[in-house]
């Protein structure tokens, strides 16, 4: 019997859960995947939004703003990748200041400070390869961008420090109250609590829709990415967009905060919320519109192309706190789209403290502070490398020769609360295996490692979890299976 269960341990999720872990309770955080961050929240633009995009009045709006503020503070104590890079707009036409104008005094009622419309000569100052056609621009220097599975991997991580439970390969079918109890269905069983959140992304309006009197919809959109190789050097020091349209924020071209520069996205509503292909249709349309920023842009650095999608809402704003029409304490983080990172920590802070208020939990008297992420052996100097071999001999083996991963890290990975137990997961905690050869080259060691820390066969070690398994049997079986054919 739990005092809350949240189901979804995306960014949202993971950062309710944290909230939650200063109360004396017992919380467990479900996901369908096999590991934390695996839906929306490991695939997006990584982008902090300074808070100009969200029509005032709106929950975007508010808590894109006050989350965005909380991030410097929140990616250093958690050491998680952050860098205040800022953004620009752009305007080719005199019809795109006017939007620009609009922005601008929207982010102005937002609360965004700072913000100020440029010209061409400055716009060509700050970044030179810019398309020379540019009119104008909105500058945002309180944009910034942050490694987004990384963040949301280090809030589950102090969360678990601090009690919470995390329960991977349970997707939930349904919800429903009896006796003051709520009941959740997955596969492995039916967990009960005195409270549930639903946090479930694309799939949050059928568990929704079971408790609510109000049925809404979420549609998927699917927007789809290159990534360039980090060694080549980003043509741009800041995020560059464009002006905005009715599927969003619109195609742009950022440094992530690791160096590599990313285009995209696209924005296709489908139905199927899990489809995650990559199609020639979205990926010529990123490159199109890029051209529009960056005329030079080509193909040849791509080391990958990626797609995710996001759950809007078709009431186009996020839907936070108690279900409508439900039982008592059914709450809801839903609908959360872009700006929903951005907005992440302080939906986190405010719905933790609805839920712990409605639950009269008490504030637990001890609070593990967090274990910030490690500092990567790539982003070492050379004396700190040597003090972390001194530390642990695994420091001292490459394992991913293009991100230059060790050993140690990998195990560190593997080791730590809500630790790795797939090649992708190792990836994403590492970066083993997110450089030019795409783990052509470290995954089997990966794997080797994986089977001695888990106790496993490398039969049982997936990319991904479920059915991703990397082999499908031994050279004996294969041999046998011949000679009983022959």
Request: glycine share 8%; proline share 6%; charged share 25%.
């Amino acid at each position: 019997m739990y005092d809350v269960i949240i189901i979804g341990a995306g960014v949202v999720g993971c950062a309710l859960a944290r909230k939650l872990s200063q109360y004396n309770g017992a919380i467990a955080v479900l996901d369908a995947a096999e590991d934390v961050a695996d839906g929306a929240s490991k695939a997006n633009s990584g982008i902090v939004h300074a808070g100009f995009d969200a029509k005032p009045g709106t929950k975007k709006a508010y808590y894109n703003v006050r989350g965005a503020n909380m991030y410097a503070q929140l990616a250093k104590e958690l050491g998680v990748p952050y860098n205040p890079i800022g953004a620009l707009v752009l305007g080719f036409s005199e019809e795109d200041r006017a939007t620009l104008n609009k922005l601008l005094e929207q982010g102005k009622q937002n609360g965004v400070k700072e913000l100020r419309v440029i010209e061409r000569d400055e716009i060509l100052k700050l970044e030179p390869n810019t398309n020379p056609d540019v009119v104008c621009a909105l500058f945002a220097p309180t944009s910034a961008v942050v490694s987004p599975y990384e963040m949301t991997l280090a809030l589950s991580y102090h969360a678990a420090q601090n009690g919470v439970e995390f329960i991977f390969n349970s997707p939930v079918s349904k919800v429903y109250e009896e006796h003051d109890t709520w009941h959740v269905e997955t596969p492995q069983g039916v967990l009960e609590a005195r409270a549930i959140v639903n946090c479930a992304g694309v799939g949050a309006a059928d568990l929704h829709n079971q408790i609510s009197d109000q049925p809404l919809q979420i549609i998927p959109r699917r927007g789809e990415y290159y990534l360039l190789d980090s060694t080549v050097k980003c043509p741009f020091t800041r995020t560059m967009f464009q002006v905005p349209g009715k599927m969003g924020k619109g195609v742009l071209i950022s440094p992530t905060a690791h160096g590599n520069a990313l285009l995209g996205p696209s924005a296709e509503d489908i139905e199927d919320g899990t489809d995650t292909r990559t199609t020639r249709q979205g990926l010529d349309f990123v490159l199109d519109k890029c051209r529009l920023t960056w005329p030079k842009v080509n193909t040849r650095p791509v080391i990958t192309t990626f797609s995710g999608v996001r759950a809007h809402p078709a009431t186009d704003d996020f839907i936070i706190g108690p279900v409508h029409g439900a039982p008592d304490n059914a709450f809801e983080a839903i609908g959360i789209e872009s700006p929903g990172l951005s907005a992440a920590p302080a939906i986190a802070e405010e719905l933790g403290e609805m839920v712990a208020e409605h639950l009269k939990l008490p504030s637990a008297r001890f609070v593990r502070a967090a274990v910030p992420l490690l500092k990567p052996f790539a982003a070492m100097s050379e004396e700190e490398r040597k003090e972390a071999c001194k530390r642990d001999a695994n420091y001292g083996r490459i394992v991913c020769r293009c991100e230059v991963v060790t050993e140690a890290e990998i195990r560190d990975a593997i080791r730590r609360p809500v630790g790795a137990k797939s090649i992708d997961g190792v990836k994403r905690r590492t970066r083993a295996g997110m450089g030019r050869c795409q783990g052509g080259f470290c995954s089997p060691r990966v794997m080797e490692i994986l089977c001695e820390e888990l106790h496993c066969s490398p039969l049982d070690i997936t990319k991904c979890g479920g059915e991703s398994k990397l082999l499908v049997g031994t050279l004996n079986e294969i041999a046998k299976e011949g000679r009983r054919h022959e």
